[in-house]
């Protein structure tokens, strides 16, 4: 089963600020988030800690 995450977890995990976060999801530099309903919006833990190991290795995601 996958876990989902909110923003302030997702800020908190990488250290980006939530309007870079959006910014970089808009333009397909960083995960994209998933909208569960109206006022509700996640990201795949899994895609989260994929785009951390690009990121260490030195790629672009």
Not at 5 to 22: D, F, H, P
Not at 28 to 51: A, E, Y
């Amino acid at each position: 089963m996958e876990n989902f995450i909110r923003l302030k977890e997702v800020m908190k995990i990488t250290g980006i600020a939530r309007s870079t976060i959006w910014l970089w999801s808009k333009v397909g530099r960083f995960p994209k988030p998933i909208k569960i309903s109206p006022r509700v919006t996640v990201w795949k833990l899994s895609d989260i800690q994929w785009w951390q190991e690009e990121q260490a290795k030195g790629g672009a995601a």
